[in-house]
């Protein structure tokens, strides 16, 4: 199951914890990355958070990875699954 996680800090929250939690998350994307959780990452320009493609076996596997992110309680966070996008072709086929 692959899900696209978008989340962005709440800057209302900005102190002390909140830098050492983001100083935190290249080594916890490193770690998860390497556990074949973490497909992809990406900062989005402009905005103080990022958008990251997860590879999970269930919901809570995901619900367990976010709740461990150093950012976890200074964060917003907004989880679309995807789903692999089949060509016309490939559509068609499967349904005859």
Known sequence: MKFLV???LDLGLLK???IKAVAGMPQY???IKSQ???VERYHMVGRHGGAWIYEVSSNEELERLLAVSPVYNFS???VY???EMDTPAD???GGA
């Open 16 to 18: 002390n914890d909140l």
């Open 6 to 8: 978008i989340w962005e």
């Open 91 to 93: 559509i068609i086929q």
């Open 76 to 78: 917003r966070y907004k």
């Open 81 to 83: 699954p995807l789903a």
């Open 29 to 31: 994307a490193s770690k």
């Open 36 to 38: 074949g959780k973490l």
